[in-house]
């Protein structure tokens, strides 16, 4: 069995997101006619359906939504990631996003703290966002 872990593939949509976070900076669409920001990538805006979209450096910053602890392997790829803090982040621009909080104990996390990005350099090729206490 092949155990390697299955990272993201960019798509045209999802491009320059992720070469943001090779050159560690993250960037969001934002639509130009209603002043959306948008988070996942695509092609129209979530909220007025234009494709008039662009792509903004934001700080990445925001506020922990909620969390879980992982402590069974959600795959067998995962296995030496457990525990593992899965999150969901409300960035300052208004976005939600879901994301691995890298803490060293769960008893200092609490929802409403505020947190920074982490750029973790898998390879080359990819770079994922994680997220750690402000």
């Known amino acids: 069995m092949d155990l390697t872990k299955p990272y993201p593939t960019p798509t045209p949509e999802t491009e320059p997101f992720w070469q943001g976070l090779r050159n560690e900076r993250v960037l969001l669409q934002k639509c130009d006619d209603c002043g959306t920001w948008i988070f996942y990538p695509r092609s129209n805006c979530s909220n007025c ?3 008039n979209l662009s792509w903004r450096e934001v700080s990445g910053e925001g506020t922990l939504y909620t969390f879980t602890v992982t402590r069974q392997a959600t795959a067998p790829h995962f296995v030496d990631e ?16 879901t ?22 350099h898998i390879n080359e ?4 966002l994680r997220y750690r206490l402000a």
């Open 99 to 120: 994301s691995t909080l890298i803490a060293d104990e769960t008893t200092q996390i609490s929802i409403g703290a505020k947190v920074i990005p982490e750029f973790d």
């Open 49 to 51: 359906l234009s494709t």
């Open 125 to 128: 090729e990819v770079t994922l």
């Open 82 to 97: 457990v525990p593992q803090l899965i999150a969901m982040i409300d960035l300052d621009e208004g976005v939600r996003l």
